[in-house]
């Protein structure tokens, strides 16, 4: 059993996968608002553990659920295990939420999408996932739709980034040092976004939630705009000081991996409205946020001093 049932009172706020690059910012976002929180990683509470979970629960108010199997390639060689964690977890937390009256808003994925769309998917949009993971995270999006229809928040993201934790733009400042030109896919879009934004948005909508101005249900927390994945290559080169020209295009069947990436995860915004809330700001305004950050500013140092253009 979690060591967290040991304890006599809970929060009014708990955050899961508190370890993880999103759940430490959003006790950081937390702890700056004054809102009393607790945040737990995996050796605090596993997810599987139905006492744990209820124990984890009780008396609180509102959880956010960053706790997750994020190991896209992994989950296609170990779907139920992934599945146990994004799914039957996930299930787990909403039924000790739903018994306990608090609100969970639950961290989802643009993988639920086929990714074989034109325009900005809609909240509504018909999933199908194309790989495992999606498969996975499909599942606990229904768990929180069946049991919480009116305490129930999914906030799907994509393309996140941040200080603490493996991300793209972390990967491609460190490749900086090492090779003379990247080749980067051009033919997957998306919308980059950075944690730190997508924390303040996940506690503005908790509060909105515990103040009866947001309905329940399906919201995508991914910055506005769009690019692929060369483009956010590019600009973050180009925003650090090196020459955006090492980045090189290339296509997905260049760089063939174990589970299938969506080619289109642009996310359409019109929830927010519903919860007073406007959109996340546009991708390229985010990621020169990011980059102005001591951990990103480090970083493009490291790769101006050790570059090898």
């Not at 708990?14 to 976002?29: C, F, I, P, Q, R």
């Not at 945040?39 to 124990?55: E, K, Y």
């Not at 139920?80 to 961290?107: K, P």
Request: proline share 5%; hydrophobic share 45%.
């Amino acid at each position: 059993m979690s060591s967290y049932a040991a304890k006599a009172t809970a929060p009014r706020w708990v955050v899961t996968g508190a370890a993880g690059m999103l759940g430490h910012d959003v006790m950081s976002e937390l702890k700056a608002a004054g809102i009393e929180a607790v945040g737990l990683g995996h050796d605090d509470l596993d997810i599987t553990d139905p006492a744990a979970v209820r124990a984890a629960v009780e008396g609180v108010a509102v959880v956010v659920n960053c706790a997750a199997w994020t190991d896209v390639d992994g989950a296609e060689t170990a779907e139920e295990a992934a599945t146990a964690v994004n799914g039957t977890g996930v299930r787990l937390l909403a039924a000790a939420c739903a018994d306990a009256g608090a609100r969970l808003l639950h961290l989802s994925t643009d993988y639920v999408l086929p990714g074989n769309a034109t325009e900005p998917y809609d909240e509504d949009a018909e999933p199908g996932p194309v790989n495992a993971y999606g498969r996975a995270k499909l599942v606990g999006e229904q768990a929180v739709t069946e049991l919480l229809p009116q305490q129930g928040y999914i906030v799907r993201t994509a393309w996140l980034y941040g200080d603490n934790g493996n991300n793209f733009v972390a990967t491609m400042l460190k490749l900086a040092t090492q090779r003379e030109t990247l080749d980067v896919v051009d033919d997957q879009h998306g919308q980059p976004t950075w944690s730190i934004s997508l924390a303040r948005r996940l506690v503005e909508l908790g509060q909105a939630a515990l103040e009866g101005r947001a309905p329940a249900g399906i919201y995508h927390g991914t910055a506005t705009g769009r690019t692929t994945w060369m483009g956010l290559a590019r600009e973050t080169f180009r925003l650090s000081g090196l020459d955006p020209e090492r980045i090189r295009p290339t296509t997905s069947e260049a760089f063939v991996r174990p589970a299938v990436r969506p080619a289109f995860s642009v996310l359409a915004h019109g929830r927010w409205a519903e919860a007073g809330l406007a959109p996340l700001s546009d991708w390229h305004e985010q990621l020169t946020e990011a980059l102005a950050t001591p951990g990103f500013l480090a970083l493009a140092e490291r790769a101006r001093s050790g570059s090898t253009g």
